[in-house]
């Protein structure tokens, strides 16, 4: 889906709902309300897939503007504090490379993180601030595509892994400039191995519902574990599979796996069964989807 601006990702969930007419629905990897773009959602049983997603990488088009900073780190939050600013692209352009690799964030309090059980957003909309321990992320990589020196304002594109929080990256640059700064913008661009050219709005998912042609959009739940190998059964070992059997790794046509490596697992038929792994040298399934 390409999740609407102003939308949160259960607001998506809960709308596809009564136009798909199906009630088992989730989705991978929760956006902000004021951002737009991919939001995976899976319809029945691959709803098992929602949290095992092995592509976790991700891709952002934020934009930023500096010399302001807010409770939301974004602009849409109460307005803290305001600096002069002077920034030129050329120091953005130095100083993004410290931002990039494995690094360390301190999630903001309107976030979805959970403290003593309750979302820090909900504490946030409380009046509370409370004390969060700073994770470790991984930020692919920062292109600035646009600044404009006189308004201090511009766009930029993050590459990183799952967890890492862009306002947070906008903020942090902000500090680091002297400048503090807000995320303005965002857009997802990729997520869970799937790009937002590939994504429908929610008016062309009810066209195309109202014309009959839902199957012809909604992909097969393997395409989520494209980046695992593939192992093939044939009709015996197939039956013993969906029996629960634990096979022998050699009567599974694939290289024995490193421990925990995980194999997408077809049937006789070619019907796709779900993910299977070794333990040791046996083959047992991870997570069924038959």
């Not at 709803?47 to 939301?72: N, S, W």
Request: with cysteine; proline share 3%; hydrophobic share 35%.
């Amino acid at each position: 889906m390409n999740k609407p601006q102003g939308w949160t990702s259960f607001d998506v969930v809960a709308k596809l709902r009564g136009v798909l007419k199906i009630k088992r629905l989730g989705h991978a990897g929760t956006l902000d309300p004021m951002a737009h773009g991919v939001l995976p959602v899976f319809v029945g049983k691959a709803t098992k897939a929602c949290d095992i997603l092995p592509d976790t990488k991700k891709e952002y088009i934020a934009g930023f503007r500096l010399g302001i900073v807010t409770d939301t780190l974004d602009i849409t939050g109460e307005v803290l504090e305001q600096k002069p600013a002077n920034v030129t692209r050329s120091q953005l352009e130095s100083i993004k490379a410290e931002f990039e690799g494995e690094i360390t964030q301190l999630p903001p309090m309107y976030s979805a993180v959970k403290v003593d059980g309750k979302r820090l957003y909900q504490l946030a909309r409380e009046g509370r601030t409370v004390e969060r321990t700073p994770r470790k992320c991984v930020v692919h990589s920062i292109g600035i595509l646009s600044f404009d020196e006189c308004t201090q304002q511009g766009e930029m594109k993050i590459s990183c892994e799952k967890g890492t929080y862009v306002r947070t990256i906008i903020d942090d640059i902000g500090n680091r400039l002297g400048t503090g700064g807000v995320m303005t913008s965002l857009v997802r661009t990729y997520s869970g191995g799937f790009d937002i050219k590939h994504c429908h709005t929610i008016e062309q998912i009810t066209q195309i519902c109202e014309q009959g042609r839902l199957s012809e959009i909604v992909m097969p739940v393997q395409k989520a574990f494209e980046l695992y190998d593939d192992v093939r059964l044939d009709e015996r070992l197939t039956a013993l599979y969906k029996n629960g059997v634990k096979l022998h790794s050699r009567q599974v046509k694939a290289p024995l796996g490193n421990s925990g490596g995980i194999y997408r697992v077809f049937g006789s038929d070619g019907g796709f069964l779900g993910l299977g792994r070794y333990e040791g040298e046996l083959f047992r399934s991870f997570k069924n989807f038959f």
